[in-house]
C-alpha cells in the first residue's frame, strides 16, 4: 500500500493496559456522562428504575437480576446504555434536508449513534439521495403495497434485534408467518447460534442449566472465551460470591482481561478503598481456536483418573441413568494426539494438567462462555465438548453446576422463545396455528448469512428490521453493504441513527420507536413489557420517563399497524386489540408456548416467573435418544501460516455491540481512538515492525481477493502469541460471508487469517 498514511483518529492515545475493574472509576465513568447528558433529575429516575422490580431491565446484556437487588442494581455499561437511549437530544426534521446519504456513509457510528433520538417517520424514495417526512399511515400502507406486491412471501426478510420484547417478538413473528415465510434472521444468528445448535442436540435445550445462586454454590467456574468486565460488568459480582464461598475461577482466553484479574466492586468497601477481588485464580491463555483440543484433554485426563482408580472419579449412577455414548467418547479421546492439543492450545503441558486437576477436585462446576467459543469454525464441535466435560461427573442438574451461556443482547433468548428463528420446531408452528388458525408455513426460512445472499443474488427484494444495526453487526461488510443496496426496500424500526439507515435499498424507511426506558401508553393506560434473561428468568419491564416525542410509537403498535396494513384478512388476528392492551398478547402466548400457562398472573409476580428447564429441574433430556449425549468430535488444527497472525473481532469497553458510547476502550489503555491491532510484542518484532506502526490489516481466504482493513496502528498487547484483535464492527471488513461455523452458519469472527502490511 502507497498512499499516504492519514490518522482518522490523530488524537489517539495507547497507555498501559489495567489490571482491575470497575471501583470508583467505574462509577465516575457511568455517571459523568449521564448527569451531563440528561441532567440530575432525569439521570437520577432512570438510576433507581434500572433493573429494578418496578423499573425497566437495562438493555445493554442479558445478565440475570440477583433475588436481593441493590438499589442502583446496575454497571457502568447498563448506565451508558440508558443514557445513550434516554437523551433528550432529538434529530431535528432539518437534519434530512441537511445531510445527504452520500455525505453520511463518511460518518463513523459514533457520529451518528450521538446525533440524538429518531421521532418521525422518513422515507427515501427511489432514486433520491435524502430521506424525508412521511406520516405513520403512509408509511404502514408503503410497506404493505410493496410486501403484497411480491412474486412469493420468500422474497422479504424480518430481521429481530435482541432487544426487542417477548410481546413485540412474538407479534412480529405471527406477522411474519401469517405473512407467509419463515424468513427471520436475528442476532442469535451472528453470536449464540452455535450454543443453541449444540446444547439442543446433546442436552435437550439450547439455553442454560444453572441458576443465578448457582454461581455461589460452585466450587469451580472455568470462564471461557468471554470479557464479563466489560461486556456484562455484573457477573463479577456473582464470581466475586463465588470466591467469597470459597470457589475457585479459571479463566481460559486469548487476552488477559482486567475484570477477570481483579475486580473491586463499587458496593463494597473493599472495592472502593481496599484491593477489592482476585477473580481468576488461574488463567489460561490460549491460543486462539484452541478450546476444543483443550476441552478434549481435560476430559481424557478425568477418564485416565477413573481408569487409574475405578469407580471413584466418574459419576457412574448419573452417567447409567441419564446419558448415552459414554464408551464411543472414550474410545474416541484413547487416540488423542497430545501433540497435537498443545499445538492448538499454545500451553504448555503444566497448564492443562493443572486445569484438569481443578476440575477433578471440585463437586460441583459451571463452564461458562461467549463469543470467544461460539464464533469460531468449530464453535458447535467446542460446545459439545463441554457438555461432555459436565456429563462425566454429574455437573448438569445439581445446585452450583452446570452450562452457563451469557448472552448479550437482552431479549435474544426470549425471542428466540417467543418464535424468532427461520427454523422452529414443529411443536411451535402445530401450537401457533391452532391458535390462530391460518396455515404455518413449514419451509424453513433464511438466517442472517442466507439472508445477505439472498439479497446478494436477487432472490430477497424486501428487509424490515425490528431494531438493530444488521449491516453493521453482520460479517465482510463490504460484500452485505453491496447486498443490502440491491434491496428494492429497506424498513428500519429503530431509536437512533446507526449505518443501517445510510446503506439502504432502492426505497427506504425508518420507524421511530419507544426506547424501553420510556412510559407506553395505550389508550391512557401504562402498559408493561417482558424479558427474559440467561438463566430462563422471565420479568417485567416498565417504562420510567416520558416518551422523548409525542408521535413516538411502541414496538408492539409499529409491529400490529404494519400486520393491520399488509394482512389485514389472510389471518383472524385482533391486531388493534393486541396494540391496545398488551396482556391480550400474553393471553395468546400463554396458550401456545409452554411454561407460559399463567402468564399474565406470574409476570405480576414480585421478580416475574423462571421457566422450566428439563436439565437443570429434573434431569431430563429431550433429546432424540431421550438422554443426554457425549458425543464424539473430530479435532481440526487452525493452522497459521508462516508470517500471518489468527486475529479476532472484540468490542471496546465503552461500546455495546455496533453502539460506540465513547472513543475510549481504558481497561485496554486506549484513548480517543479506535483504528489499532492489538498483537504480541514478539510476534510484532518477528513480522519486522514496532509498537505505533501504522499497517493495513489484510486478511487471506482462499480463492478470493484480500479484504483490507487499512490504516491501523500496531500495539504491543500481551495476546497469545500469534493471535490478534481487533475492534468490531470496523473489522467485521476482514470476515469473509463464506467463514461459517459448522452446523450454526455463524460468522467465524473469531479465527480470522491476516498480514500485516506496513504503510508506506
Known amino acids: 500500500m502507497t498512499e499516504p498514511a492519514v490518522d482518522p483518529y490523530p488524537d489517539l492515545e495507547v497507555g498501559r493496559p489495567k489490571d482491575w475493574a470497575v471501583g470508583v472509576p467505574g462509577i465516575l465513568h457511568s455517571m459523568e456522562p449521564a448527569l451531563h447528558r440528561m441532567g440530575i433529575t432525569r439521570t437520577t429516575r432512570l438510576a433507581l428504575a434500572i433493573n429494578q422490580r418496578d423499573g425497566f431491565d437495562c438493555m445493554s446484556c442479558a445478565w440475570p437480576d440477583p433475588g436481593h437487588r441493590n438499589v442502583l442494581e446496575f454497571c457502568e455499561n447498563g ?7 434516554a437523551t433528550p437530544v432529538t434529530v431535528p426534521r432539518s437534519f434530512w434536508a441537511e445531510h445527504s446519504l452520500t455525505s453520511l456513509l463518511d460518518r463513523s457510528e459514533y457520529w451518528l449513534g450521538q446525533q440524538g433520538r429518531l421521532t418521525e417517520p422518513v422515507h427515501k424514495a427511489a432514486g433520491s439521495d435524502h430521506y424525508e417526512p412521511i406520516t405513520w399511515d403512509a408509511a404502514f400502507e408503503l410497506v404493505a403495497n410493496r410486501l403484497n406486491g411480491l412474486d412469493s412471501p420468500d422474497r422479504a426478510a424480518f430481521y429481530t434485534s435482541g432487544r426487542a420484547s417477548n410481546e413485540a417478538a412474538f407479534l412480529y413473528q405471527l406477522f411474519v408467518r401469517a405473512f407467509g415465510t419463515n424468513n427471520l434472521p436475528d442476532c442469535s444468528n451472528m453470536c449464540h447460534e452455535s450454543t443453541g445448535t449444540a446444547l439442543t442436540s446433546t442436552i435437550g435445550i439450547g439455553k442454560s442449566t444453572i441458576a443465578y445462586d448457582d454461581f455461589a454454590k460452585a466450587d469451580l467456574v472455568i470462564v471461557m472465551g468471554q470479557n464479563p468486565g466489560t461486556n456484562h460488568p455484573r457477573m463479577l459480582s456473582a464470581l466475586e460470591e463465588t470466591k467469597r464461598n470459597g470457589g475457585r475461577v479459571v479463566s481460559v482466553n486469548v487476552l488477559p482481561e482486567a475484570g477477570l484479574v481483579r475486580y473491586k466492586n463499587p458496593q463494597r468497601v473493599r472495592g472502593v478503598i481496599g484491593k477489592g477481588t482476585v477473580i481468576a485464580d488461574r488463567f489460561l491463555q490460549i491460543r486462539s481456536g484452541g478450546d476444543m483440543a483443550l476441552l478434549q484433554a481435560v476430559s481424557k485426563r478425568v477418564l485416565d483418573a477413573e481408569a487409574a482408580s475405578p469407580g471413584t472419579v466418574l459419576d457412574h449412577a448419573f452417567l447409567a441413568e441419564h446419558t448415552t455414548g459414554l464408551e464411543e467418547f472414550r474410545a474416541h479421546l484413547a487416540g488423542l494426539d497430545e501433540a497435537a492439543v498443545l499445538a492448538a492450545t499454545g500451553l504448555p503441558v503444566e497448564d492443562v494438567d493443572a486445569l484438569a486437576a481443578e476440575y477433578l477436585a471440585a463437586d460441583r462446576v459451571i463452564v461458562t462462555w461467549a463469543m470467544g467459543l461460539t464464533q469460531q469454525k468449530k464453535g458447535v464441535a467446542t460446545i459439545r465438548e463441554i457438555v461432555n466435560l459436565l456429563l462425566l461427573r454429574g455437573n448438569i442438574g445439581k445446585p452450583g453446576a452446570g452450562a452457563s451461556p451469557i448472552r448479550g443482547h437482552s431479549n435474544v433468548q426470549g425471542d428466540r422463545t417467543m418464535g424468532i428463528w427461520e427454523r422452529m420446531p ?31 443474488d436477487g432472490d430477497i427484494d424486501v428487509f424490515v428490521a425490528l431494531g438493530g444495526n444488521f449491516v453493521g453487526a453482520i460479517s465482510d461488510t463490504a460484500a452485505a453493504e453491496a447486498a443490502m443496496r440491491g434491496a428494492k426496500l429497506t424498513v428500519q424500526v429503530s431509536t437512533k441513527l446507526n449505518r443501517s439507515h445510510v446503506v439502504t435499498g432502492e426505497e427506504a424507511l425508518i420507524l421511530p420507536t419507544l426506547g424501553r426506558t420510556e412510559i407506553d401508553l395505550q389508550g391512557g393506560v401504562p402498559q408493561f413489557v417482558s424479558v427474559e434473561d440467561s438463566v430462563c428468568a422471565v420479568h417485567a419491564s416498565h417504562g420510567a420517563i416520558p416518551p422523548v416525542a409525542p408521535d413516538l410509537l411502541s414496538e408492539v403498535a409499529i409491529v400490529c399497524r404494519l400486520a393491520a396494513a399488509t394482512v389485514p384478512s389472510r389471518a383472524d388476528v385482533p391486531w388493534r386489540a393486541f396494540e391496545g392492551d398488551y396482556d391480550l398478547i400474553r393471553e395468546r402466548i400463554s396458550r401456545v408456548i409452554p411454561g407460559f400457562e399463567s402468564y399474565n398472573t406470574d409476570i405480576r409476580r414480585k421478580g416475574g416467573f423462571i421457566l422450566p428447564n428439563g436439565p437443570r429441574d429434573e434431569r ?15 479435532l481440526e488444527h487452525l493452522d497459521r501460516p508462516a508470517g500471518r ?8 469497553h465503552d461500546q455495546f455491540n455496533t453502539t460506540i458510547y465513547s472513543l475510549d476502550d481504558r481497561y485496554r489503555g486506549i484513548k480517543k481512538g479506535r483504528d489499532v491491532v492489538f498483537v504480541h510484542p514478539d510476534d510484532i518484532a518477528e513480522l519486522g515492525l514496532s509498537d505505533g506502526t501504522r499497517v493495513d490489516v489484510i486478511s487471506e481466504w482462499p480463492g478470493h481477493a484480500d479484504r483490507v482493513l487499512p490504516n491501523q496502528r500496531v500495539v504491543a498487547y500481551p495476546t497469545a502469541r500469534g493471535c490478534a484483535a481487533a475492534y468490531y464492527p470496523e473489522a467485521n471488513v476482514l470476515v469473509p460471508l463464506e467463514s461459517a461455523a459448522e452446523e450454526s452458519n455463524t460468522p467465524v469472527s473469531k479465527a480470522v487469517i491476516v498480514r500485516l502490511v506496513e504503510r508506506t
Open 79 to 85: 448506565m451508558k446504555a440508558t443514557t445513550w437511549e
Open 426 to 456: 414443529e411443536r411451535f408452528l402445530a401450537a401457533l396455528e391452532r391458535e390462530f388458525a391460518f396455515p404455518v408455513p413449514r419451509k424453513h426460512g433464511a438466517d442472517a448469512l442466507q439472508t445477505v445472499h439472498g439479497l446478494r
Open 645 to 652: 497472525l489468527i486475529l479476532q473481532t472484540l468490542r471496546s
Open 620 to 634: 431430563r433430556f429431550d433429546t432424540a435418544s431421550g438422554l443426554a449425549e457425549l458425543t464424539v468430535n473430530e
